[in-house]
Structures are given as structure tokens and as C-alpha cells.
């Protein structure tokens, strides 16, 4: 067990539709991040959070957004949903901000747009 | 469980023998390296770190080698395990970023 917590662990949507994923971080670290892993694109960096604020950004569509909430848990809002949606969407957290250090992962949440 | 990949590169090893799994990464700037490894339906778990400062870093039965020149990362697993059977990824990431780069993986099936 990482200690990162999302949920759901499976969500099932139609497309159009608008979906929002939960990150609970490990107890203490203030750095959440978000991946979508496809089975054709492998780990991708969607976007990275800090002590509640954007940090880094990688190919996010215009149509996910993210925030992280004083508590330090994080929504991934996924809109508009298309087929090509259909993945894994990890969380990860970690403590350290500069240097490197591990990222422990949730168990994810598998989305698959109908 | 879930299926990571269909079309993962995949190294079968026959169980005891010692396992070496590649990765060529991409950005010169990148300064820290880690491998991760995923078993079906779960989560990414970290197995080892290396700095750019660094060509070889040892864990339990784990080592990593990075060649900077040719910007080639390996994974040496000694005496590999049935446990040891999952898709495995070599992720990069500039200094001072969390925004790892992820190599495709690669598939590791233990032969008992």
C-alpha cells in the first residue's frame, strides 16, 4: 500500500459526458501528480500540484483540469469526454520539492468512455 | 488484471538467472532517473534512483547503470523471482522537476 488513495477504482461514462477523479496524497506530502497511462502512449504526465497551487504542466487537454484542495487532496475533472479517453489516470505524491526523490503511486482509477 | 500494454517489448528469463532490462532516454537535461515497476492492476512502485553524478547505484538484488554518454539507463535484477514477473519502466525527469518521463516498458515474465 503506496498510501495514496483514488477513487473510484472504475468509472464507466458515456462520451459528452464529465467525470471527476480523486487523489487522497500520502499523509504529509504536498506534491500530487497526475498520469494517464493508455495502452498505445504508456505513462504520460498530465499535470503536478503543490501545496495547492499548478507547478508543472504536461499534455493536458484543454478539456481536464485539475486542482488541489487545502486538505491536499486532488481532483482531475475530465469534460467532453471522448473514446480515446478510455485509460488509467494515476495519482502520485511526494514530499520533496527540489532534488530527487521517489513519487509513490495510487492504484488508479480506470476510466473507460462507452 | 489490467493489461499495461499489448505491444510491450517483453524479456522472458528463466527463474534464478539474473534479468537486464534497457532504456535509452531522450532529454540530455535530465539529471535524475528512476526505475518503477507495475504489476497488472496496480499502481507504479518505485524500485531504484540514480543521479546524473552517479553510473551505478546497488539495491536488494536490484542495480541501476547509467551510461550518459550514450543516454542508456539498465536495470540488473540478480536471482530473478516469480515475484519479479510485471511491466517495468524507466522513468526520466530534468533537476528540479517532478515531470517524469516514462519510457514505453518493458514486460518481464519470470520461467519457473
Known amino acids: 500500500d503506496s498510501g495514496v488513495t483514488q477513487t473510484p477504482k472504475h468509472l464507466i461514462t458515456a462520451t459528452g459526458q464529465r467525470v471527476t477523479l480523486r487523489c487522497s496524497p500520502r499523509s504529509g506530502d504536498l506534491s500530487v501528480y497526475w498520469y494517464q497511462q493508455s495502452l498505445d502512449q504508456g505513462l504520460q504526465f498530465l499535470i503536478q500540484?503543490?501545496?495547492?497551487?499548478?507547478?508543472a504542466k504536461g499534455n493536458i487537454l484543454e478539456r481536464f483540469s485539475a486542482q488541489q484542495f487545502p486538505d491536499l487532496h486532488s481532483e482531475l475533472n475530465l469534460s467532453s469526454l471522448e473514446l480515446g479517453d478510455s485509460a488509467l489516470y494515476f495519482c502520485?505524491?511526494?514530499?520533496?520539492?527540489?532534488?530527487?526523490?521517489?513519487?509513490?503511486f495510487g492504484q488508479g482509477t480506470r476510466l473507460t468512455v462507452v | 488484471g489490467e493489461s499495461v500494454g499489448l505491444h510491450l517489448p517483453t524479456l522472458s528469463v528463466q527463474e534464478g538467472d539474473n534479468s537486464i532490462i534497457n532504456c535509452a532516454y531522450s532529454?540530455?537535461?535530465?539529471?535524475?532517473f528512476i526505475w518503477y515497476k507495475q504489476e497488472s492492476g496496480k499502481g507504479p512502485q518505485f524500485i531504484i534512483d540514480?543521479?546524473?553524478?552517479?553510473d551505478k547505484r546497488q539495491g536488494q538484488r536490484v542495480t541501476v547503470l547509467l551510461n550518459k554518454t550514450v543516454k542508456h539507463l539498465s536495470l540488473q535484477i540478480a536471482a530473478t523471482q516469480p515475484g519479479d514477473s510485471a511491466v517495468y519502466f524507466c522513468?526520466?525527469?530534468?533537476?528540479?522537476?517532478?515531470?517524469?518521463?516514462f519510457g514505453t516498458g518493458t514486460r518481464l515474465k519470470v520461467l519457473a
Open positions: 502520485a505524491s511526494s514530499v520533496v520539492v527540489t532534488g530527487g526523490t521517489e513519487a509513490f
Open positions: 532529454n540530455s537535461a535530465s539529471d535524475y
Open positions: 500540484y503543490y501545496n495547492g497551487e499548478e507547478r
Open positions: 540514480i543521479r546524473s553524478n552517479m
Open positions: 522513468a526520466e525527469a530534468p533537476y528540479g522537476t517532478y515531470k517524469y518521463i
